[in-house]
């Protein structure tokens, strides 16, 4: 049986991961049917076990979403204590069994976290355990927000914003004294005084335009590399470790584009320009696009756009760069010239490409059901999306810890 996974990023407040929240079901119709939240969520549990914590968490913690039998029959307790947050739905009704099954994981040494938080005196034993509170900063008022970060300024719990939308969201919660954050701030443009590329990431961007360009000019690419020090540098040490199978070790930028052939150059250039321009970002928002880019051209050849793989992966690569740059996508655009499917697919105007796309982010994003609505669009059967999507989450990671990783397309 297939297993379908989803997994949000929550960020401290320096940007940096602090774990994640894991969103499974055992098929599509799991989402529809909302009658056994009980079983999903036992699911869930049994899926960490399946895929891996590390696999998906890379070492963070993972926030599981728990019900009231989940909780009241003590299954959290199967998961280890020190990689997990124990999430307790807004959906449970706290009565005596649930704080007592509470209690028990508190002496256990498990952190607690109340899912959607709206305060009431009924809650008020089960907020006395809790380690996080989060709070939907768009179910609630700008007041509430604040008066529960007075509440709590003094007292141990940390307060997570949900559903933190933007970065001026992620900068008044954070002034209000909010720790965690989670919601799709950090794949945003923040806004600055001014949207002119710093020089360095305008050469990084030149060299993206230039392997992209059809036909690829190899002198033209070489010369582009070489005016920007850093890049070649980078460029240099990533073909000689062990992800990119070469037989022999490469000397300079002419001889690493002779072996690698135009398409090889496309593709490996493209991942240690992105690699560059994302230094000073989260690794998550580094790893991001490199995921979105094997993603979308694994997605390629059960879509019936097997030819227009290559595309998928740029269209992949380029879907964070207004965040990573700063910028707005159209500002964005402006530095490269791309196809115009890849253009027009990310400025959201529907194509083939947007259609993939969408598949592809709706899936990351755990909404099922427009992950079936969009893979129905390219006949795309979505029994076969969890594995590759797991394919690409392992590639990406491989990439930036230089380690080797498979090439091998889905069929």
């Not at 002198?219 to 990533?238: F, G, P, T, W």
Request: hydrophobic share 45%.
């Amino acid at each position: 049986m297939q297993k379908f996974i989803a997994r949000q990023p929550i960020f401290n407040a320096d940007r940096s991961i602090y774990g994640y929240e894991i969103l499974f079901r055992s098929s599509m119709a799991n989402f529809f049917d909302g009658s056994n939240l009980d079983g999903a969520a036992a699911s869930t549990a049994d899926n960490m076990f399946l895929f891996g914590l590390e696999r998906l968490t890379q070492g963070h913690r993972a926030f599981l979403n728990c019900t009231r039998d989940f909780l009241v029959r003590d299954y959290p307790v199967l998961l280890p204590k020190d990689r997990v947050v124990i999430e307790v739905l807004e959906t449970v009704k706290v009565d005596a069994e649930v704080l007592a099954a509470c209690l028990r994981l508190k002496k256990a040494g498990y952190l607690l976290a109340l899912d959607d938080f709206q305060d009431s005196p009924q809650l008020r034993e089960l907020v006395a355990m809790a380690d996080i509170i989060k709070v939907d900063i768009l179910a609630t008022s700008r007041e509430e927000q604040i008066r529960l970060a007075r509440a709590h300024s003094k007292s141990p719990i940390r307060l997570l914003a949900e559903k933190v939308e933007t970065y001026e969201d992620f900068q008044r919660t954070l002034g209000w004294g909010y720790t965690y954050f989670q919601g799709y701030f950090f794949s945003r443009p923040e806004i600055l005084t001014r949207h002119d590329i710093p020089a360095y990431k305008l050469n990084y961007l030149r060299v993206l335009q230039a392997v992209n360009q059809s036909p690829m000019n190899m002198q033209h690419v070489s010369n582009r590399i070489k005016e920007e020090a850093s890049l070649s540098y980078r460029l240099l040490r990533y073909l000689n470790s062990p992800a990119f199978f070469l037989a022999v070790e490469v000397h300079s930028i002419p001889h690493a584009l002779s072996l690698l052939g135009e398409r090889g150059v496309r593709r490996w250039v493209s991942l240690v320009v992105v690699a560059c321009m994302g230094e000073d970002k989260p690794e998550e928002l580094v790893m991001l696009p490199l995921m979105r880019a094997r993603f979308c051209e694994l997605l390629a050849p059960p879509a019936g756009l097997a030819d227009a793989s290559n595309d998928l992966f740029l269209l992949g690569l380029l879907s964070a760069m207004d965040a990573i740059l700063d910028m707005k996508m159209e500002d964005v655009l402006r530095e490269v010239a791309i196809r115009d499917e890849i253009r027009d697919a990310l400025l959201g105007k529907q194509n083939p490409f947007r259609q993939l796309y969408d598949v592809a982010l709706h899936y990351e994003l755990g909404e099922w059901d427009n992950v079936e609505q969009a893979a129905a669009l390219l006949k795309i059967n979505v029994d076969a999306i969890p594995a590759l999507f797991l394919q690409a989450m392992d590639w990406a990671r491989g990439v930036l810890s230089g380690q080797q990783v498979n090439e091998t397309a889905a069929t």
